[in-house]
């Protein structure tokens, strides 16, 4: 079985963060809050319902680890190719689909660029996903440069 890389973990955490809202909260713990793509999260970028309670940065841990697996098997189905490429590779595409989800992966060019092994195309389908409620986000064009920089990792 395929493990989550590390570098995925890395990447989900830097980009999510662990959200405090608010952050006069005494223990420390993680509330719902709307996302810039206006979705309701909590945590390291779990979806949630507006309602769900605080969760500690422990819990928000559990909830990446699931999210993320769940983000490495989608991955895998639909682009089985990165199970035999570079880690990083596979990284960065568990990355997007944790961010965006399955289903924009599964219907995307990059998918084809990706099973079609065409790197330096697939790097540029990856840059094209910097939209976030129908404008272009600044985080988002970093996290896909991030992302980029491993997905175009020229095998040693």
């Known amino acids: 079985m395929i493990e989550v890389p590390t570098a995925a973990v890395d990447l989900a955490k830097r980009f999510e963060g662990f959200h405090r809202v608010p952050k006069h909260d005494p223990q420390r713990r993680a509330h719902p809050y709307i996302c810039p793509a206006g979705y309701w999260t909590i945590g ?4 949630c319902k507006p309602d769900h309670p605080p969760i500690t940065e422990d819990e928000g841990e559990v909830y990446l ?14 682009c089985p190719v990165l199970a035999t490429e570079p880690e990083g590779r596979l990284a960065a ?3 997007f689909t944790f961010n965006l989800g399955a289903g924009r992966l599964q219907t995307s060019t990059l998918r084809r660029r990706i099973n079609q092994r065409g790197w330096p195309a697939a790097v540029h389908e990856l840059r094209r996903w910097v939209y976030g409620g ?23």
């Not at 680890?65 to 639909?78: E, F, G, N, V």
Request: charged share 25%.
């Open 65 to 78: 680890t699931r999210d993320l697996r769940s983000a490495l098997d989608a991955t895998l189905r639909y």
């Open 44 to 47: 390291y970028g779990h979806i």
């Open 134 to 156: 129908g404008k272009v986000l600044p985080g988002l064009v970093v996290r896909r440069e991030a992302e980029a920089t491993l997905l175009a990792v020229t095998p040693a």
């Open 93 to 95: 595409i568990v990355d």
